[in-house]
């Protein structure tokens, strides 16, 4: 009778991980076809890919090339195949993977809270109509300030900068919605700065990047690193040029006459970031953008979020901490980190799961409940603008492959 039970344990368990092994290599096909299809319709020019579950690469992968298309939009004719190991500009997961951290690093250790008035750290603040406003406000994107700004038609540094968005006048009522901002995320890091007294880079570096062995992410990587690893990305500006001078985009200001500044760069970006204001008014380093980095070091932070802020050589930040960022807001949000599962790349998740995107095409989607996260590097501007004048919107494949990953889990459950 017992070997009879021991023989029926190991069937079961043979049959378990045969199953389990089907449904790997069936999400696997499924998201070679999403993103090879993407490629052969040219809609992008290749892809890195990780997704992991528990301690477990479910599936790490690089698709075609990290540089595809030459100024004049030719393909080139040798073009450089990426790989796992290529940094990709993270756009606006600047915001979560430096700022956001950042800012979490500085409440864990009780030098900020995020209901602290922004005027407590920024004078120009402290005003009837920005006294009000608070850490939390800037975080959630709730402040009243402008989405967009071009701040580069006016400054040429970080200090400039800060002092500029300072001078700007309100947009909307503060905390009367969600209006996402760069200029937001570009005044903590003023805060990060003028609390630690340390440069927003060197911060984020010693406190961030070292500490997790994050050693390829970085700002300005052209400053830092001989490695020509790096996925280039726009032709120029080609779009911020349009955000100034075509109305129909919402960010055309009467009072700023597009011919006004002429510092375009003409050639493909590659090492240098893409985002306008954090390349010409901020020297390569700001709150919103300008980080590069690769799946690898992404996932080591994504690590230490789902495992309640600690990593294999002890805590890195606190579960509470974690736990005040990581709760929705009124408007289905998180502290910097975006949980509303309405978004493409977090489309119908479990509560909790949280997740961002950056212009360029990368994006990080997280859910706590199956303790498996989806990583995707895509610099789409390399295929320069559509025409329509838009760059390829890449949501309907976030979409797709975390459905796909999403049946996969379910799957497992069953």
């Known amino acids: 009778m017992q070997k009879q039970l021991i023989l029926f344990l190991v069937i079961l368990s043979f049959n378990l991980h045969t199953s389990i092994a089907q449904k790997k290599s069936k999400l696997i096909a499924e ?91 920024i004078k120009s603040f402290d005003i009837p109509e920005k006294s009000s406003i608070t850490i939390r406000h800037l975080l959630t994107h709730t402040a009243g300030l402008y989405e967009w700004y071009p701040l580069f038609y006016f400054s040429n ?39 630690s007294k340390l440069p927003l880079d060197e911060f984020m570096e010693q406190n961030i990047f070292k500490p997790l062995s994050m050693t390829h992410t970085m700002y300005n990587p052209l400053k830092h690193t001989s490695t020509k690893k790096i996925a280039a990305t726009s032709h120029g500006n080609p779009f911020e040029k349009r955000m100034v001078t075509d109305a129909s985009l919402g960010f055309k200001l009467d009072s700023i006459n597009p011919n006004q500044w002429n510092g375009w760069r003409h050639y493909t970006l590659k090492g240098e970031v893409n985002d306008g204001n954090a390349w010409y008014a901020n020297n390569g380093v700001s709150g919103h953008a300008g980080l590069f980095s690769t799946v690898d070091d992404l996932q080591k932070l994504v690590d230490v979020l789902k495992h309640h802020g600690k990593t294999e050589h002890g805590p890195f930040i606190s579960a509470k901490t974690i736990n005040l960022f990581l709760t929705q807001d009124e408007f289905k949000n998180g502290l910097g980190w975006v949980m509303n599962n309405s978004s493409a790349y977090i489309k119908d998740a479990p509560k909790g799961s949280f997740g961002h995107t950056g212009f360029t095409g990368t994006s990080i989607a997280v859910v706590p409940e199956y303790d498996i996260s989806v990583i995707l590097l895509i610099n789409r501007q390399n295929m320069g603008l559509q025409k329509t004048q838009t760059y390829y919107n890449l949501n309907p494949l976030r979409e797709q492959i975390f459905t796909a990953v999403m049946d996969y889990c379910n799957q497992k459950k069953q």
């Not at 200090?159 to 300072?166: R, S």
């Not at 909307?172 to 003028?194: A, C, N, Q």
């Open 31 to 121: 998201i070679n076809s999403i993103l090879q299809n993407e490629m052969e319709e040219s809609h992008i020019p290749g892809a890195v890919i990780l997704i992991k579950q528990g301690n477990q690469n479910i599936y790490k992968h690089a698709f075609g090339y990290a540089d595809l298309k030459d100024y004049n939009n030719q393909t080139l004719a040798n073009p450089d195949k990426t790989t796992i190991n290529y940094m990709y500009d993270l756009a606006s997961l600047t915001k979560v993977i430096g700022t956001t951290t950042s800012i979490m690093l500085l409440v864990d250790k009780g030098l900020i809270k995020v209901d602290d008035p922004v005027s407590k750290y």
């Open 157 to 195: 540094n970080r200090q400039e900068t800060y002092k500029l968005i300072g001078q700007l006048p309100l947009k909307y009522p503060v905390g009367s919605g969600r209006h996402y901002s760069d200029l937001g995320f570009m005044l903590l890091g003023d805060i990060i700065e003028t609390v």
